[in-house]
């Protein structure tokens, strides 16, 4: 399938489906880490079945993991589900394709998806989707999506991503049943950087290790910079206004 294969060679290429800039990356899945871990401890959900749709390499699989009895994470790339099996396996945790999705009726605490839904450039397809997962989902259930959601959208578009406005996101959910419960803004690199942001962008050991970065592979580095400012800021996500382009929704059935 020609949208597995692009996600199958961002694997292959960057080890992940993030940011390909390795600087951008380690502090972006670490501040999305971190805010989706304080978004699920404000929201109060039943702890049985979770799933990370759009899983990636499990990140956010293994998290889950240990909030919830069972994760069912899949993805559309088997080169993704391959990297999330040998980084983030666990025994609760099981990884597989889209169609191989085993959820019975009302079954579902929680449906995640982490810059996902985006990607799904017809809107019919994301109707369907939000029409299986508003029946698996349990009454006290909800779906929690970090998206790229602004007031306008822009005028460029996309090959791989459906800018969808803030409206247009909640107008898909509302006709599958779903109502908007709470909404956080997050941060972006350039549309909405926040202030640690720029501070480790210009960390002195950041800067070298961009530098060095040209010429040899040390993407690695810039991880455990990023987690310590991370862990020591809270100033990537923030309760939403309709102006923040990347909004962390939480729906819940109407
Ligand atoms: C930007 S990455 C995010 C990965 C992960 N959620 C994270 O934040 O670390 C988008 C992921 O969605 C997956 N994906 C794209 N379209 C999909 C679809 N229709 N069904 C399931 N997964 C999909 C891609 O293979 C990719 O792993």
């Known amino acids: 399938m020609e949208r597995a294969s692009f996600w199958d060679e961002r ?10 800039n390795p600087m ?12 989706i871990e304080h978004v699920l401890s404000e929201i109060s959900l039943p702890q049985e079945l979770a799933l990370d749709f759009g899983c990636g390499v499990g990140d956010f699989s293994n998290r889950l993991s240990h909030r919830f009895q069972s994760v069912m994470a899949c993805d559309i790339s088997q080169t993704a589900l391959e990297k999330a099996t040998q980084r983030n396996g666990r025994n609760n945790i099981h990884y597989c394709l889209p169609e191989e999705i085993g959820c019975k009726e009302g079954q579902l605490s929680l449906f995640l998806s982490i810059t996902v839904l985006g990607h799904i450039m017809q809107d019919s397809e994301l109707e369907v989707l939000l029409s299986k997962a ?3 989902l349990h009454e006290g259930g909800a779906i929690v999506a970090l ?14 991503q459906k800018f969808r406005a803030f409206d247009a996101w909640k107008n898909i959910f509302d006709a599958q049943g779903f109502e908007l419960a709470h909404y956080w803004g997050f941060y972006h690199p350039t549309l909405a950087p926040c202030r ?5 962008k210009n960390k002195v050991n950041v800067r070298f290790w ?7 592979k040390v993407s690695h580095r810039f991880e455990n910079i990023a987690d310590h400012v991370v862990r020591n800021a809270q100033d990537y996500y ?12 939480v729906f819940k059935k109407k």
């Open 11 to 20: 694997v292959k290429t960057f080890g992940h489906t993030g940011w390909s």
């Open 24 to 35: 951008i990356y380690a502090y972006d899945q670490a501040a999305r880490i971190n805010a």
């Open 134 to 136: 508003h029946g698996w």
């Open 147 to 160: 998206e790229f959601a602004p007031e306008q959208i822009p005028s460029q578009s996309s090959d791989y």
């Open 196 to 200: 640690s942001f720029t501070n480790y």
């Open 210 to 216: 961009r530098i060095l970065n040209r010429f040899f």
């Open 238 to 249: 923030w309760p939403g206004t309709p102006q923040d382009p990347m909004k962390i929704m």
